[in-house]
């Protein structure tokens, strides 16, 4: 299965930069944990495929809505901006 993923560095409020991942999740269970595993998985394995991340998020469509789920920083980040366009995506 090929997942989307949007890695992108931006400026901290600290400011230094971070690097970023949210990655496109087609379906959920709507449990944490289950959607906590995907997320540790699918950041590992960009990591591996040499990307740098500070910070992650799944994001998915929750009863028709736009839904993040991660970082809580990213995520409050993401809530703002919008889902940004996929940049790669990784084999899984």
Sequence with gaps: MKFNFAHIRERSTSGGSIDFAVFEARSTSGSNDANAQVLVDLTARARRAGRKID??????????????????????????????????????
């Excluded at 929750?62 to 940049?87: A, C, H, I, M």
């Design 55 to 92: 910070q992650s998020a799944l994001a998915f469509t929750e009863n028709g809505r736009l839904t993040f789920y991660g970082t809580k920083n990213l995520v409050d980040y993401l809530s703002k901006r919008g889902l940004p366009q996929w940049t790669h995506s990784l084999d899984a």
